[in-house]
């Protein structure tokens, strides 16, 4: 299987394989289910709120790693004396307008002015959950290294990012993101475009991150794909997965996992922990908000799996299963 390159149709990105993306020829279907859906896709109850003790971040994990998990795929992740945000995602909701889409379910546990020193930010893909405009004009006239797929410069440089200090990522390239810390962009099977017209023209891609003593993998978004076994063969074991779990449906199963492949998954990148992302925190499909979680906890008893479920916000080092049983008291 081909990691390298990403090859494009005119001025359209294509996949690593063939993979339909739940386009017009599918929205009449997806509306009827969305309208006819009785799943608790938000919790009726409030959640939250999560707090981050931020005093943490003065002192380095003695394993070396920690993660907090501010919610979705937005990860601060502390690797080897480095710190790195993923897909940074603060705003209310997931969405072109500020009055209309999937709305936060808890305010983000850290906020943004009590980060603590940044060496990159790391963003996969331009869709809404993932990069997010006001978000990124925070870091506007800073020094942190933006790491980027082909293509989401563009809205980074408007947004006020210095261009110096934006580097773009094809499949298969790599960057030193710190002296020590070497990223890896790799093939994600997903889409891209923030409006109807604009579809596929950047790019998507999930990155393998190794430091000197731990090695990890962040998965953003994708759908299953046999090249996770390759990713693993090449870049991997990886002490910690990091995969999506939830926004699957039936009428979009080659874009995102869902919990039983998301298993498959981090068994065919020779995982040692996996943390499920891209849940909890938005309603992106019509299962239940808390279906995913649960779907994968039993997932993982099968496939004899350790999970990794910090709660939001808690700052949380790497070194053993943890299941945090967050989401518990918030059902129904």
């Not at 293509?151 to 408007?158: C, D, F, P, Q």
């Not at 808390?290 to 999970?307: G, H, M, S, T, V």
């Amino acid at each position: 299987m081909d990691i390298g390159d990403a090859r494009k149709r005119g001025s359209k990105f294509l996949n690593p394989i063939p993979t339909k993306e739940a386009g017009f020829d599918k929205m009449i279907p997806i509306l009827r289910e969305y309208i006819n859906n009785k799943a608790e896709t938000t919790p009726l109850r409030p959640m939250g709120p999560f707090h981050t003790d931020a005093s943490i971040y003065k002192h380095s994990p003695k394993s070396g790693l920690r993660v907090t998990w501010i919610g979705h795929s937005s990860l601060l992740i502390e690797i080897d004396g480095r710190s790195f945000l993923t897909d940074p995602v603060w705003g209310e909701r997931a969405s072109f307008l500020s009055f209309m889409g999937p709305k936060r379910f808890f305010e983000p546990p850290l906020p943004l002015d009590q980060l603590p020193h940044l060496d990159a930010i790391l963003v996969s893909h331009d869709h809404y959950d993932h990069l997010d405009k006001q978000t990124i004009k925070h870091f506007a006239g800073t020094k942190v290294p933006f790491f980027c797929s082909l293509g989401v410069s563009r809205y980074l440089e408007k947004w006020g990012i210095d261009p110096n200090y934006i580097t773009e990522l094809d499949w298969g390239d790599s960057a030193m993101i710190a002296p020590d810390i070497v990223l890896t962009s790799t093939p994600s099977r997903h889409f891209s475009g923030r409006g109807i017209l604009n579809r596929n023209e950047t790019l998507w891609a999930s990155f393998v991150i190794r430091g000197p003593k731990h090695n990890i993998f962040y998965g953003a978004d994708s759908g299953w794909w046999p090249g996770f076994k390759d990713v693993g063969n090449i870049f991997g074991p990886f002490d910690l997965t990091m995969l999506e779990i939830g926004a699957y449906g039936k009428y979009w199963p080659d874009i995102h996992m869902g919990p039983e492949n998301a298993a498959n998954a981090h068994l065919a990148l020779k995982g040692e922990l996996m943390m499920p992302i891209h849940w909890g925190t938005f309603s992106l499909a019509t299962h239940a908000w808390f279906e995913p979680i649960e779907r994968l906890l039993q997932y993982a008893k099968e496939k004899n799996i350790n999970l990794f479920i910090p709660g939001p916000g808690k700052p949380t080092e790497v070194n053993g299963p943890v299941n945090s049983n967050w989401w518990g008291k918030f059902k129904s």
